[in-house]
């Protein structure tokens, strides 16, 4: 099964510098989907960014981009010039297929980023 | 506007109730999942569904159960076989095919008193 790792349980940033949250997944699968969501105080998750592991190309969101090391199995978000409302919870997940062609998403544990001013 | 509607915010429940959570969505997709959220957790999968009429167990699928009669429409309940029902429950819906990104509604705040 699928496991998505994310190691740390607390962040903090000031405002304006870059911030780096790690994930790391294991999987046998060769091709398949990673994704980060945000979880600010309200609790809507929010897609922020998502990557494909046959594109070898990173993937970017205007400040938010991704370091992606599909043999390290490693997917990091790199948040630029950080702002006070990234502050949030932030979950990487993996999509797994499951039960004859369905799929799901697994997710880490979250990683909450502060935003210091 | 599209999207996902869950209601209500909150919900109380006395030990012994059921209590279904309602999860409206406007946006056309095939596919809808539900969620629990603990604290300090991740989510994890309770019920997800691909079709209408069609839905199948999650990761932690014991003490709830759901329906799919309405492509719209993913209400979910929590028996009272759930022995740790207060949570944070998050809908999802994902609009099938190839698309895999998974949109989610506001949640509903789950307190067993």
């Known amino acids: 099964a699928q496991t998505v790792t994310q190691s740390q349980p607390e962040m903090s940033v000031q405002e304006a510098e870059t911030v780096t949250l790690s994930c790391t997944y294991d999987t046998s699968e060769s091709d398949y989907y990673l994704f980060w969501y945000k979880q600010p105080p309200s609790r809507q998750m929010i897609l922020v960014i998502r990557q494909e592991a046959y594109k070898q190309q990173n993937a970017t969101e205007n400040r938010f981009s991704v370091n992606f090391q599909k043999a390290a199995k490693s997917f990091s978000l790199k948040i630029s010039d950080s702002q006070l409302g990234d502050a949030a919870m932030y979950f990487c997940a993996y999509r797994s297929e499951f039960q004859g062609g369905s799929e799901k998403l697994v997710f880490g544990k979250g990683t909450k980023l502060t935003v210091n001013p | 506007d599209g999207g996902i509607t869950q209601s209500p915010k909150y919900l109380f429940r006395k030990e012994g109730q059921n209590v279904t959570l309602s999860c409206e969505q406007n946006l056309n997709h095939d596919a809808m999942y539900w969620y629990r959220q603990d604290p300090g957790q991740g989510l994890r999968l309770i019920y997800y569904s691909q079709i209408v009429n069609d839905f199948q167990k999650g990761d932690i699928a014991e003490g709830y159960s759901v329906s799919r009669e309405k492509k719209e429409s993913f209400p979910l309940t929590v028996t009272s076989a759930q022995k740790n029902p207060t949570a944070f429950y998050l809908c999802?819906?994902?609009?099938?095919?190839?698309?895999?990104?998974?949109?989610f509604g506001p949640g509903t705040r789950l307190t067993v008193l």
């Open positions: 999802a819906s994902r609009r099938g095919g190839g698309a895999h990104e998974q949109f």
